[in-house]
Antibody, heavy 124, light 110 residues
Framework: QLQLQQWGAGLLKPSETLSLTCAVYGGSFSGYYWSWIRQPPGKGLEWIGE???????NYNPSLKSRVTISIHTSKNQFSLKLSSVTAADTAVYYC??????????????????WGKGTTVTVSS | SSELTQDPAVSVALGQTVRITCQGD??????ASWYQQKPGQAPVLVIY???NRPSGIPDRFSGSSSGNTASLTITGAQAEDEADYYC?????????????FGGGTQLTVL
């Protein structure tokens, strides 16, 4: 049973860099898209970005200038860095495994395994 | 457009059927995936692909799609189905580089 375990600093000051890591246990690292998603208090889900086992990344354009997602295949881990944080970056951050593909006429995409979430608060 | 639109709130009587919808241009080429989120918990995938349920998801959950609209149907809603539900797809423009979520639907079981 694949599990994702995530960790990182939970309290940051404005202008600092958020850093989170997600470890993958019990499954293959290749063939998937490893994603980060966040959820501000009382709000909906926001996709931050993803990386595949080859290190190819896609980012949400609204965060792209501040986000770096990296992969550490030897450790089965991937990481998120978000620079210059402000109070607007206060959220629960989740890591997840994504799968993409296509049928005859349709594409599909879903995230089937999620970490438990890390609460990150930005406050001076 | 890459946006996905959901009704903010829906209610259903215990044991009745409810449909939660998600609209967006990307759904003309992508199947939506659906996630259930209960307070203080991580989202859980309930429907993916044409109409597939992960192991452990009750068969009262089903999905469908028509044009630019995807639907999640709960047939015989139970008290434990009360939760927020999010649809998800990818932006079908620009080489499908971005994933997007709907704003979420809060389901109340009366």
């Amino acid at each position: 049973q694949l599990q994702l375990q995530q960790w990182g600093a939970g309290l940051l000051k404005p202008s600092e860099t958020l850093s989170l890591t997600c470890a993958v246990y019990g499954g293959s690292f290749s063939g998937y898209y490893w994603s980060w998603i966040r959820q501000p208090p009382g709000k909906g889900l926001e996709w931050i970005g993803e990386i595949n086992h080859s290190g190819s990344t896609n980012y949400n354009p609204s965060l792209k200038s501040r986000v770096t997602i990296s992969i550490h295949t030897s450790k089965n881990q991937f990481s998120l860095k978000l620079s210059s944080v402000t109070a607007a970056d206060t959220a629960v951050y989740y890591c997840a495994r994504g799968q993409r593909g296509s049928y005859v006429y349709y594409y599909y995409y879903y995230m089937d395994v999620w970490g438990k979430g890390t609460t990150v608060t930005v406050s001076s | 457009s890459s946006e996905l639109t959901q009704d903010p709130a829906v209610s259903v009587a215990l044991g009745q059927t409810v449909r939660i919808t998600c609209q967006g241009d990307s759904l003309r080429g992508y199947y939506a995936s659906w996630y259930q989120q209960k307070p203080g918990q991580a989202p859980v995938l309930v429907i993916y692909g044409e109409n597939n349920r992960p192991s452990g998801i009750p068969d009262r959950f089903s999905g469908s799609s028509s044009g630019n609209t995807a639907s999640l149907t709960i047939t015989g809603a139970q008290a434990e189905d009360e939760a927020d539900y999010y649809c998800n797809s990818r932006d079908s423009s620009g080489n499908h580089l971005r994933a997007v979520f709907g704003g979420g639907t809060q389901l109340t079981v009366l």
